[in-house]
């Protein structure tokens, strides 16, 4: 394979030991290579400022600015008792704002003497508010200045007329990250194209040793359109090409083709049925029978709306799967969505899951649960019906993936929420098969295409997006307590309404209440949203209590959350259930798979403190029934803050889409594309996921077409270096799937 020798070079040889700590340690920059791919993260033109206006609370920012004013302070202080300590405060504008900087101490000496009014320089450092107004304390700066030597060595470093500001650290500032790119910036005349020439050429990207050149040193804004358009190019292709070789090995892998007979097990489900499926399950149930009577794995994401009726297609797979002789696996994230699904599988299966047993019908199975906290006695007999393959189905949580668990002949593995399921336990139940059994995945969080492109790049997608008919519409509004505690006491009065006619209700709460006081959390940082933010989150086990005894009083609360022992929390369920409780005070335990029809309301409090999926996924568990759902999001945070906006988007609509969307936005695509690839290296840099969904949907095209013509990439060399710093060999295996 051909090295890059000048981009392997490590930087601490080429920068010194001490910069090449700082870079590895808090950028994860370790080589040539990864230097010249750390982007500037945008440019400052020179005679045109950064908005002072706009600066973020806490974090690490670099402005060009000019000094307005500067004046020197001289005070007492424990240390210098006679007046002697000095505060130095500049006053810095760039016509749309201003900031202070301060420098106490010995650090004051030296900005005096340069930090002249008028004077034009950059300054780096963390924004903090004090006295209600923004300030830099102790920042690093860069004085431009117009002639002499010096200036123009800054100016030459800082390439033309755009200074690119780099993402930079405490301990780095941006400039100092620009010197050392401009002392490794020849080597990028070595960097190896990983685009096949045909593909580069055909749409008019320039070269990579081009591209690193012009995003570095750009002299025109055209210069960064290039190189930008050129890196994504090389981001989305990398990654494309890596999940079409996972297609195409699978591919290559043989698995049982599962039909089901015509009179079997599915057929009497489907006669059973009391009402017909929806167009949409029509639709996807024929993808999934089409991929199961394939003799390659089936990889199949299926992306339902919270209710779509997800699990009635999957059901419907695994009676076909039974049908065929072979077994089907589902697998829950947690006990109590096992528990669960299990319930509701035996109760819609009815007599066609009491196989073996007295009262069952001819065609039917058995349907095992399989959980870690099961007793002794009832899990080795689920053991046995699955090796001997009495069970036809088995519903469990990863304590499905242990050695001990043998099938008789697994044929389809349906996954519940895969955000919440590695890919490395995928592959060790996949070994659980005589061969590869099919696999469906489930998630109720709707991915936009070009996620599902990315991330799931390795699964063909299914979409259904009708609700089943009998379901109701859900009314979402923002309760601002803060601002208007009344709207809080109105809050509870709507969930005892809903409960005098003779429904239920949620609330849900970010804690538990018996956690340690974590004390990273409590020294926060002050700002308007401070009240809000130095209490810690609303706790299950306080709410309930303050519930119970105030405005809930006489209705009967119970809790739920994750530390609960498994049978309470089963017991807890069946009585929400049943319909013995009114109100569940619960944490997100409860956020996929809960079905309580008769549960019209939900509160959630702090709704501030969970990501806008989940709030859509939590306010799925109500309005299942005829009557029309609540759901009330609870927050402290002022009308103005980013928080609040996040919860008026959540209310203003039930498009999950639309929101999923909505969350892409607002966290960076690193969160969205998972820790695993992990460090600088892998995550996108200058693709994003929603704006460049033309360049990942041509990516993958051009990407398939090539794995299929040369999956070993034999004439590519380049390419398959990329493909190897994006992935270790053995980790092309397991390209993290959120």
Not at 103 to 115: D, M, N, R, W, Y
Request: net charge negative; proline share 6%; charged share 25%.
């Amino acid at each position: 394979m051909d090295l890059v020798p000048a981009l392997e070079e490590p930087l601490k040889k080429v920068l010194g030991p001490p910069t090449a700590k700082v870079m590895a340690e808090h950028l994860g920059l370790h080589t040539v290579g990864d230097l010249l791919h750390h982007y500037p993260r945008r440019y400052e033109e020179r005679g045109q400022l950064t908005h002072l206006a706009d600066l973020p609370m806490d974090e690490h920012v670099t402005v060009v600015a000019m000094v307005a004013d500067a004046r020197l302070h001289s005070f007492a202080s424990a240390k210098a008792p006679r007046g002697k300590g000095q505060r130095l405060e500049v006053t810095i504008t760039d016509g749309s704002g201003r900031l202070q900087l301060v420098f106490f101490g010995a650090g004051v000496h030296k900005p005096h003497k340069e930090l002249l009014p008028g004077t034009r320089a950059m300054f780096a450092g963390k924004v903090s508010v004090f006295n209600r107004r923004l300030q830099l304390a102790h920042p690093a700066y860069e004085l431009l200045r117009g002639a002499g030597d010096e200036a123009a060595e800054t100016v030459e470093t800082w390439a033309g007329a755009l200074i690119p500001l780099y993402p930079a650290t405490a301990k780095l500032e941006s400039w100092k990250i620009g010197k050392a790119i401009q002392t490794v910036l020849p080597s990028a005349q070595e960097a190896v194209d990983p685009l096949p020439d045909s593909l580069r050429e055909g749409r008019g990207l320039v070269s990579l040793p081009e591209a690193l050149l012009k995003i570095h040193r750009p002299h025109t804004k055209a210069d960064i359109e290039d190189a930008r358009s050129r890196l994504k190019w090389d981001e989305a292709f990398v990654l494309q090409v890596a999940l079409a070789r996972r297609r195409h090995a699978d591919a290559q892998l043989p698995a049982v083709a599962r039909r089901p007979r015509q009179d079997g097990l599915l057929a009497s489900f489907d006669d059973r049925l009391p009402f017909t499926l929806t167009e949409g399950q029509q639709k996807v149930s024929r993808e999934i029978f089409d991929g199961l009577a394939t003799e390659h794995p089936m990889h199949r994401l299926l992306q339902g709306e919270v209710g779509s009726g997800k699990t009635m297609v999957a059901l419907r797979a695994m009676l076909a799967v039974v049908d065929a002789g072979g077994q089907a696996a589902m697998l829950a994230p947690t006990e109590v969505l096992a528990q669960q699904h299990h319930r509701s599988i035996v109760e819609m299966m009815g007599e066609l899951a009491e196989g073996g047993m007295l009262g069952g019908a001819e065609q039917a199975t058995k349907v095992v649960l399989l959980t870690g906290s099961m007793g002794a006695a009832a899990r080795r007999q689920a053991l046995l019906d699955l090796v001997t393959g009495e069970a036809g189905i088995v519903i469990g949580t990863h304590a499905l993936i242990e050695d001990k668990v043998q099938f008789h002949d697994l044929g389809l593995v349906v996954v519940d929420e895969q955000h919440r399921f590695g890919v490395e336990q995928r592959d060790a139940l996949r070994g659980k098969g005589k061969q590869p059994p099919h696999l469906l995945v489930m998630t109720a969080t709707p991915i936009p295409r070009t996620v599902a492109m990315t991330v799931f790049g390795d699964l063909e997608t299914s979409v259904l997006d009708q609700l089943p008919a009998g379901r109701s519409p859900i009314a979402s509004h923002v309760v601002p307590a803060a601002d208007k505690p009344h709207f809080l006491a109105r809050a509870w009065e709507r969930v005892r309404e809903e409960v005098t006619g003779g429904h239920q209700a949620y609330v849900v709460c970010p804690r538990i209440g018996d956690e340690e006081e974590d004390p990273k959390k409590t020294g926060k940082k002050k700002s308007p949203e401070d009240e809000a933010e130095k209490r810690p989150p609303l706790a299950v086990l306080d709410v309930a209590d303050q519930l119970g005894k105030g405005p809930l009083q006489g209705l009967a609360v119970e809790v739920l959350h994750g530390r609960m022992h498994p049978d309470d929390k089963d017991a807890v369920m069946r009585r929400f259930a049943a319909g013995e409780t009114d109100v569940l005070v619960a944490t997100t335990v409860i956020e996929v798979g809960v079905n309580v029809p008769n549960a019209t309301a939900m509160v959630i409090m702090d709704a501030d403190r969970f990501g806008v999926s989940q709030l859509h996924q939590l306010r799925g568990r109500v309005g299942r029934g005829s009557a029309a759902g609540l759901c009330l999001l609870v927050t402290e945070m002022p009308e103005a803050s980013a928080a609040r906006q996040r919860l008026n988007a959540v209310a203003a609509t039930l498009d999950g889409f639309e929101l999923s969307r909505i969350d892409l936005e607002q966290r960076r695509e690193g969160d969205v594309l998972g820790q695993a690839q992990s460090g600088a290296r892998t995550s996108l840099r200058v693709l994003a996921v929603i704006e460049d969904e033309e360049i990942i949907a041509e990516a993958r095209d051009e990407a398939a077409a090539l794995v299929a013509a040369d999956p070993e990439l034999t004439q590519l060399p380049g390419l398959r270096t990329a493909l190897d710093a994006l992935l270790d060999e053995e980790r092309e295996q397991y390209l993290e799937k959120g």
